[in-house]
């Protein structure tokens, strides 16, 4: 269904605490508020600046694919992304939520659709797609998302 085991496994869940960083691993976190505030000097619409308070945390794993977690101002991950050449583990990942995901695949193959594991509602959404050697995804919890946080900023 979409994940791979590999050697360095990473243990961060949507809706809990961050990851502990695995052996070989390196990390790197920024305040998303940057993110934020040069996505909103681009969009010339804009009626009002409010820049959501996360921070993101990026793990790079020794197998070279990066894992970001978006931690709330609390510190709770209300998103996740993902992209290398290995398939992080989407259970691990996803954490109670991983049973949604796997249920919305299994709903659309048994429909007859094929490619990226895409599956939305109102508790989680996840993409998640690619090919050997160049996988990548995003998940997130609707309801968790700060004031003012898009979506597109989950890469």
């Given at each position: ?7 360095q496994?990473a243990s961060?869940?949507l809706g809990?605490a ?9 990390v790197?976190?920024?305040s998303?508020a ?8 681009a ?14 945390r ?8 990066a ?8 510190g ?5 992304a ?8 989407l259970?691990?990942l ?10 919305g695949?299994?709903a ?23 090919h ?5 995804g995003?998940?997130?919890l ?10 597109s900023d989950?890469?």
């Amino acid at each position: 269904m979409g994940m791979l085991a590999g050697s360095q496994t990473a243990s961060a869940a949507l809706g809990a605490a961050p990851m502990t960083t695995p052996s070989g691993a390196s990390v790197n976190t920024i305040s998303g508020a940057a993110s934020s505030v040069a996505r909103q000097a681009a969009q010339s619409n804009a009626s009002s600046s409010t820049s959501a308070a996360y921070t993101v945390r990026e793990t790079t794993l020794a197998n070279g694919t990066a894992v970001r977690e978006y931690l709330s101002s609390a510190g709770t991950v209300f998103a996740v992304a993902w992209s290398g050449p290995q398939m992080p583990d989407l259970a691990t990942l996803l954490g109670s939520y991983f049973p949604q995901y796997v249920a919305g695949v299994q709903a659309s193959r048994a429909k007859g659709v094929r490619g990226p594991g895409a599956v939305e509602n109102s508790a989680v959404v996840v993409h998640s797609g690619g090919h050997m050697g160049a996988f990548s995804g995003q998940a997130w919890l609707p309801s968790a998302l700060p004031s003012g946080f898009s979506t597109s900023d989950i890469q």
